[in-house]
Every structure is written in structure tokens, then in C-alpha cells.
């Protein structure tokens, strides 16, 4: 019997591409401030090196622009992305899944990597605090407590008190999402968003036990 659902972040209820695209029109306005370049070419270019590579985004785009710059003005302009506010929903399907898991007396979480600052910008942004019934960002645990560390969701399991066989991990990423199988009786969960982590390999070749291409699909499933 499924008594909590736990949620990644990224790619499972929001579009990391559309938080990539708030970020860098943000930039696009600083850059704008300092420099004078043209802010939605500059968004533009952004998004056409992020889609080339997305190493070292800044510095390939002033590099550019012929802009002359310091280790210290990239790293100010990555602060700036992680921290900015930024514009994101969830996608459509999340608000009613979660309901129906709500009437059907089942508890929920999230378990979400990412920078700490940034991860808790989104949270704000979506008012998730008022919707799960607990969160975990991994980042403030500590870096190496990022998934597929199992750390974060021995948390979850004693905050929620619910055993590891009565839960079930919903995420994106087949590079840390699943793992946790191998190490706990979790049940995991593909939700295929065709997001920016879609052809990762999976991590030591552990496969989600199920998957679907919706929330909805997903939470008539759960009993």
C-alpha cells in the first residue's frame, strides 16, 4: 500500500527549460545595464550557446561580444542566475495529481537537487510549501549528500513516518532518480518529460519500476 509519493523537482513538476529561459532573461537584462548590447539578441545567444553546450555558457557569450571580463564578473553572473526570481509553473498535470493523492489520504514530498539558494527560489515561487507535506533540498544537507545519495530519503521516510516499502519516488533523471531502489524497497517512477536530462544513462544500470508520460496517467495507478 502507497502511503507517501515523493516528487523530484526538475523535469517532474517544472520545466527546467523553462527555468533556463527565466535565468537568462535576467542575465540578458544585466548584461544590457553593464554593456549596452541588445537584450533580447543577447537572451537569444544565450540560448543558442546553451543549446550548442551548456559548459560555460557566460563566458563562451561575452567571449562573443568581444567582451573583455574576470574570472570574478562570470561567477558574479552565475550568483545572479541561481539566485534571480524566477517565472516558472508547474506543469499541468501536477495540481490535480496531487489532489487525488490527497483524497485518496496519501502524503507528499519533494526531494530536489540543485543549489540550496536557487531550489528554495522555485519552491517560494510555487508556493510548494503549502502544498507537500515535507521538502528536502539535498544542497543543504551537503553536496555530497546530492542524489543518488540515499541520505535524503532515510530523512523523508522518519519525517513522514512511513517505511521505505510504502514509498514511492516519482522523478525525471535516470542518472540518480532510481538508484535509491538498489538500496531501499522505494518504488520508482519515470515521469517522461522529455526534459534536459532525458538520455542521461541510468546510474549503474538500475531502471525505474514503472513509467508514464503524465502525473494524471500516474495517480489513478496509485491504491
Not at 39 to 55: A, V
Not at 80 to 90: D, G, L, M, N
Not at 155 to 175: A, C, H, I, Q, R
Request: with cysteine; hydrophobic share 35%.
Amino acid at each position: 500500500m502507497v502511503k507517501a509519493v515523493i516528487f523530484d523537482l526538475d523535469d517532474t513538476l517544472i520545466s527546467e527549460k523553462e527555468y533556463i529561459k527565466s535565468g537568462y532573461m535576467h542575465i540578458s537584462n544585466i548584461l544590457h545595464q553593464k554593456y549596452g548590447v541588445h537584450q533580447e539578441t543577447c537572451y537569444n545567444d544565450l540560448l543558442y550557446i546553451f543549446n550548442e553546450s551548456p559548459r560555460k555558457v557566460f563566458d563562451r557569450l561575452l567571449t562573443s561580444y568581444e567582451i573583455d571580463y574576470m574570472p570574478e564578473e562570470i561567477m558574479g553572473l552565475i550568483s545572479a542566475y541561481r539566485e534571480h526570481y524566477p517565472t516558472i509553473s508547474f506543469y499541468s498535470d501536477v495540481l490535480p495529481c496531487i489532489q487525488l493523492l490527497k483524497n485518496k489520504g496519501i502524503l507528499t514530498g519533494v526531494i530536489t537537487d540543485g543549489y540550496a539558494f536557487g531550489q528554495r527560489q522555485k519552491l517560494k515561487v510555487l508556493n510548494a510549501e503549502s502544498l507537500f507535506n515535507e521538502i528536502i533540498v539535498t544542497d543543504e544537507l551537503g553536496r555530497d549528500y546530492w542524489k543518488p545519495h540515499p541520505r535524503a530519503f532515510e530523512l523523508m521516510s522518519s519525517k513522514l513516518n512511513v517505511s521505505f516499502e510504502d514509498m514511492t519516488y516519482v522523478g525525471d533523471n535516470p542518472e540518480k532518480d532510481f538508484y535509491i531502489s538498489k538500496l531501499y524497497p522505494i518504488t520508482t517512477i519515470r515521469i517522461h518529460r522529455k526534459g534536459v536530462h532525458q538520455n542521461k544513462s541510468y546510474f549503474e544500470g538500475i531502471l525505474e519500476h514503472n513509467s508514464y508520460n503524465s502525473l494524471s496517467d500516474f495517480a489513478v495507478t496509485v491504491t
